[in-house]
């Protein structure tokens, strides 16, 4: 009788523990595909629009793609075109690829994508043209793949900039260090073109007296916390550069509150890259010496256009090239009175 007992028991145990395991797998799908669609407009609002735009990016909640985005969505919107910001409303489990293939699937009207050089991107634009969908490569490129058309910023100039920055220091200190943070990641020519405009405008316009020795520095870009450890390991180290080159928001900003951290201001000489509140104030605290600023409005707009006018002539121009501005102590009080104007 006991046995007969412990069996059913079993017996219902087993019943119970599947429903369970149905139940979840029921739920879980459920999340997957709410999340899935979720992350396009529904069809009703779409259908307002003449046509629909993805854009994809890496670090999407930095400020500096927020404000690319803005600039995508306003012009955008003036040509009755909806541009989202993919996977903004996702957890950060998406990659790019996944999320270029939910835009595919999706049957989207043009793709705006951060790009590099991988074979799997490659391979995901090509699809994307294959589907009728015209790909816009942004800041990065990927020239092997048949995207229409590149956004981006003079990488050569922009080295050169950088460069003239670093012959400013050295009139005062005769030799240098200097460390150019460049992204483990990056799979692109863009940050190797920059880094030859540093060194060259370094090699033809120094003074003869100057000694500047130049390093390529890799952070790993994954999240915040990947960049603070790699920056952190720099400044653990023995001998500190007297310059630091920052090719982007998250690691300007990182190693400006390292330097602060670490009692390095007036030590270590930092030349950002983007203009937020943070490290505009950081200039005008004599923490930063300087940063490169982009028209990121325009970056955004000329994505737009780009798609547009694609689907207007069946083509459109090779490149799109961003303006770019120097902010140092000399002019940084115009752009912080500008940022207290807008939140007026």
Request: aromatic share 8%; hydrophobic share 35%; charged share 25%.
């Amino acid at each position: 009788m006991e046995q007969k007992q412990r069996k059913k028991n079993s017996f219902t145990t087993m019943v119970i523990v599947t429903l369970l395991l149905v139940v979840i797998t029921a739920i879980g799908g459920i999340v997957v595909f709410r999340l899935y669609m979720g992350s396009l407009k529904d069809i009703e609002d779409r259908a307002q629009y003449d046509r629909y735009y993805a854009m994809i990016v890496n670090n999407r909640k930095d400020t500096f793609w927020q404000a690319v985005y803005q600039g995508a969505y306003e012009t955008g919107l003036s040509e009755n075109i909806y541009v989202e910001l993919l996977g903004d409303n996702l957890s950060d489990n998406y990659s790019r690829e996944d999320l270029m293939r939910i835009a595919i699937s999706s049957g989207v009207d043009g793709i705006i994508v951060t790009a590099d050089d991988s074979e799997e991107l490659s391979g995901l634009i090509d699809e994307a043209t294959r589907e009728g969908i015209p790909v816009v490569t942004l800041y990065g490129d990927n020239p092997r793949s048949t995207r229409c058309s590149f956004v981006g910023i003079g990488s050569y100039n922009l080295g050169r900039e950088y460069g003239r920055q670093v012959l400013q220091i050295a009139s005062r200190k005769k030799n240098l260090k200097v460390a150019v943070l460049v992204s483990a990641s990056a799979q692109d020519s863009a940050q190797n073109i920059l880094c030859s405009g540093i060194q060259e405008t370094l090699d033809m316009e120094k003074d003869s007296e100057m000694q500047i020795e130049m390093t390529l520095v890799s952070v790993d870009n994954t999240n915040t916390f990947a960049v603070e450890e790699s920056i952190r390991d720099i400044f653990m180290e023995e001998e500190l550069p007297d310059i630091i080159i920052c090719l982007n928001e998250l690691t300007t900003t990182c190693v400006y509150q390292a330097v602060v951290d670490y009692n390095k201001v007036g030590t270590v000489n930092i030349l950002g890259y983007y203009d937020s509140d943070t490290i505009l104030k950081g200039i005008d605290r004599n923490v930063i010496y300087a940063t490169v600023s982009v028209d990121t409005m325009q970056m955004g707009q000329y994505c737009v256009d780009a798609l547009s006018e694609y689907h207007a002539l069946g083509y459109t121009s090779q490149y799109f090239t961003a303006d770019i501005t120097l902010i140092s102590r000399r002019n940084v009080s115009h752009y912080l009175q500008k940022e207290e104007d807008d939140e007026k």
